[in-house]
């Protein structure tokens, strides 16, 4: 099946700084999304994004499909950023599973 | 409305114990998931209903029996669990369960078992 790796595993930030977190998918994808699961285990779905770029106020991706990787930038951080970002991908061949990423956790601290 | 309910948010049961799991949605769609999280690991499929019908069973054991009543809810059943079994239990939506829908997840039951 696909494989989906995300980077960095953990990452400190200070308040106010930026980040780019990273996907990597190993096949041609159909659906790829991003989740924020915060501290208290809601999972949030922020973009729905299988090619090009969106943003959403401090938040930004953009998925490449042809080179299979997508990006989720966080501009100004805030420490209600903090959490797990999980990106998550499907392959219509596979049917309606999505595949989840193992997650970076991010901590934002004041 | 982009919101889908759990109820409870925690629940503790005994080994012998029976207990449900119940969600709800009430945006049209006519997909439903049930997702098994770990801590420190990304949700795992367990079910999917489409139009009400169960599409998918990942070979759950059977002392989880999900139950879809009607479009808009869906509800998990639990019968002799064992500790393992312990983890947060993720209902999930989308608008049908075509490869291209986005997922929208309710907040989880805290599931421990003793």
């Known amino acids: 099946g696909i494989q989906v790796e995300q980077s960095p595993p953990d990452l400190i930030l200070q308040e106010g700084a930026n980040s780019t977190l990273r996907c990597n998918f190993s096949?041609?994808?159909?659906?790829l999304q991003w989740f924020h699961q915060n501290p208290w285990g809601q999972l949030i779905n922020l973009f729905y994004?299988?090619?090009g770029t969106k943003q959403n106020g401090r938040l930004s991706a953009t998925t490449v499909a042809t080179e299979r990787y997508s990006l989720l930038y966080i501009s100004s951080s805030q420490t209600t950023d903090s959490g797990v970002y999980f990106c998550?991908?499907?392959?219509?061949?596979?049917?309606?599973?999505?595949?989840f990423g193992e997650g970076t956790q991010l901590t934002v601290n004041p | 409305d982009t919101e889908v309910t759990q109820t409870p948010k925690h629940l503790v049961m005994g080994m012998t114990n029976k207990k449900s799991l119940k969600c709800e949605q009430h945006?049209?769609?006519?997909?439903m998931y049930w997702y098994k999280q770990k801590a420190k690991k990304p949700p795992e499929l367990m079910f999917v209903?489409?139009?009400?019908?169960?599409?998918i069973n990942e070979s759950v054991p059977s002392r989880f029996s999900p139950e879809c009543p009607n479009s808009s809810l869906l509800n998990l059943h639990l019968h002799a669990l064992q500790p393992e079994d312990s983890a947060l239990y993720l209902c999930?939506?989308?608008?049908?369960?075509?490869?291209?829908?986005?997922?929208?997840f309710g907040s989880g039951t805290q599931l421990s078992v003793l």
């Open positions: 945006m049209g769609h006519r997909a």
């Open positions: 998550a991908v499907l392959n219509y061949l596979e049917g309606s599973r999505l595949t």
């Open positions: 209903y489409s139009y009400e019908k169960l599409s």
């Open positions: 999930a939506s989308s608008l049908t369960q075509r490869s291209t829908e986005k997922l929208f």
């Open positions: 994004i299988p090619s």
């Open positions: 096949d041609s994808v159909n659906n």
